[in-house]
């Protein structure tokens, strides 16, 4: 079965640090680029960050430029994001994905895993 596992959401206080995880199993994950979207209530799902299969190059929303960090362990099929310097407009569901080519806005395979809720709140 293709499948997406995303962990390590929680409660943090603004400024605090999270690492999410997401394992992937079912397909060879080492061929395809990697990236984490995110929803808030009400709001479009957003690409957050992506690591291309092929050079390594790496991408992110303005919004966590300096703040967050992806990598991934071919090697355990595991793609990870470090965020620190959390702010409150951070809160919101993230998910991982696996597609063809790094891209922000738009993904051209679809799938996803079920999402960890992330809240920065005082």
């Known amino acids: 079965q293709v499948q997406l596992v995303e962990s390590g959401g929680g409660s943090v206080q603004p400024g605090g640090s999270l690492r999410l995880s997401c394992k992937a199993s079912g397909f060879p994950f080492q061929n395809y680029a990697v990236g984490w979207w995110r929803q808030a209530p009400g709001k479009e799902r957003e690409g957050v960050s992506c690591?291309?299969?092929?050079?390594?190059?790496?991408y992110y929303t303005d919004s966590v430029k300096g703040r967050f960090s992806i990598s991934r362990d071919n090697a355990k099929n595991t793609v990870y994001l470090q965020m620190n310097s959390l702010k409150p407009e951070d809160t919101a569901v993230y998910y991982c994905?696996?597609?063809?080519?790094?891209?922000?806005?738009?993904?051209?395979?679809?799938?996803w895993g079920q999402g960890t809720l992330v809240t920065v709140s005082s």
């Open positions: 994905t696996v597609d063809l080519i790094c891209l922000l806005t738009s993904v051209t395979l679809n799938l």
């Open positions: 690591l291309s299969a092929s050079d390594g190059a790496t």
